[in-house]
């Protein structure tokens, strides 16, 4: 018998979320904002479901996603309908701070700095998790992939929390059935089609912000 249904937010699916990283790219490579922060919104659901250990990692997310959308939803929201032309009129607009924190703490472009690095990690760890066998722990997985990435930019006392937060991950099997996207190997068939798609969206932001020289930003 089938059980109760479960309220919305509880049966998302983790293919979902990573379908939104398909949206974010359009014909002539550019990033949609809209969507590059709909993608993290659902990835910050799937972290808050892995229970409140996370709680400062999704808090500092929310908040980053909350500035983006604020730019997004503000007097000048056009200018921010993708990440190329947030670059380009905040630079214009002498927006950003380039060498040290100023006047813009927030800005468009620092703050979706900390995210690309992010999404860095988690192109790592999919593909970790892709290529895993059923006995793999994904604490470990999290850690190699978090200090290949997101580490570097780090303080100790935030590379310390972090390492203990992954301590707690639940195991590889039960981490799958969170995801709610089938059995083990349609996850990682899910994961095989989901991941160039995101590692696509890193490499042309990626690429734009080395253009820019804006990938130091304070
Ligand atoms: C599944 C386990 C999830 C582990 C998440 C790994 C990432 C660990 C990041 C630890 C960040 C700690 C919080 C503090 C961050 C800030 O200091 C720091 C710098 O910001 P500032 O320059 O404004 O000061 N912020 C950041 O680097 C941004 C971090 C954003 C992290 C978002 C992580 C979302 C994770 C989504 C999990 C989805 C997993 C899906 C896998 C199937």
Same mark, same amino acid.
């Given at each position: 018998? @089938? !059980?109760?249904?479960?309220? =919305? #937010?509880?049966?998302?699916? %983790? ?8 949206? +974010? ?8 904002? =809209? /969507? ?12 808050? &479901?892995? !229970? &409140?250990?996370?709680?400062? $990692? ?6 980053? $996603?909350? $500035? ?8 000048? !929201? ?25 006047? /813009? ?8 700095l900390?995210?690309h ?9 999919? #593909? ?13 997985? +999290?850690?190699?992939?978090?200090? #290949?990435?997101?580490?570097? /930019? ?12 992954? +301590? ?16 083990? #190997?349609?996850?990682? @068939?899910? %994961? ?13 932001t990626e690429?734009l912000y080395a253009?820019h020289?804006l990938l130091?930003?304070?």
């Open positions: 018998m @089938a !059980g109760p249904v479960a309220p =919305e #937010e509880q049966r998302f699916c %983790l293919q979902e979320v990573l379908d939104t990283f398909k949206l +974010c790219l359009s014909e002539n490579e550019e990033v949609s904002l =809209e /969507h590059y922060v709909a993608g993290w919104r659902g990835l910050v659901k799937f972290l808050n &479901s892995l !229970g &409140s250990v996370f709680g400062f $990692i999704s808090k500092d997310a929310v908040n980053k $996603i909350k $500035i983006l959308v604020g730019h997004l939803d503000g007097e000048n !929201g056009p200018k921010y309908v993708t990440v190329q032309s947030m670059v380009k009129y905040e630079l214009a607009s002498d927006l950003v701070d380039l060498t040290k924190r100023g006047n /813009h703490p927030e800005s468009g472009c620092r703050t979706l900390r995210l690095r992010a999404l860095r990690w988690l192109e790592l760890f999919l #593909e970790r998790l892709r290529t895993s066998s059923e006995d793999s722990k994904t604490s470990v997985m +999290c850690a190699e992939s978090y200090n #290949e990435s997101l580490a570097q /930019h780090h303080p100790w006392l935030v590379r310390k929390a972090a390492g203990m937060a992954f +301590c707690v991950l639940p195991g590889r099997p039960a981490f799958f059935e969170v995801m709610n996207v089938g059995p083990p #190997e349609q996850v990682v @068939a899910m %994961l095989g089609e989901a991941l160039p798609l995101i590692s696509e969206v890193y490499q042309v690429t253009q020289n130091d930003l304070p």
